[in-house]
């Protein structure tokens, strides 16, 4: 799947509601997105500014058959991460941070 493929699924699970998080330590700085220090709206915008050249993709470290996407993109003079994966039918965040 490329990046248009993925980026086009990654915005319909975030319009759809279709949204989970991946448990982690540090959440409060980690996933801005679970704590609600950052909207769903904004997520969709920062991924929508995103590019391909802004995109990396590698297996799970646990489950190898699970790709995890990462798009490092700048938006409105910040740098922005975020690290996620689906299981259908959600996209299940693990990072969201600037």
Known sequence: ??????KKQLLEC????????????NIDVKNL???GQISVSVVTDIVKKARGNNYECSPHHMIKSIDVHIIKTTYQNESWY??????EPNSI???VHN
Not at 1 to 6: I, L, R, S
Not at 82 to 87: M, R, S
Request: net charge positive.
């Open 1 to 6: 799947m490329g990046f248009k493929d993925v």
């Open 14 to 25: 975030l319009a759809e509601g279709k949204i989970l998080h991946q448990a982690r330590n």
């Open 33 to 35: 997105l679970e704590t």
């Open 82 to 87: 975020i690290k996620w994966y689906y299981v």
């Open 93 to 95: 965040f693990i990072s």
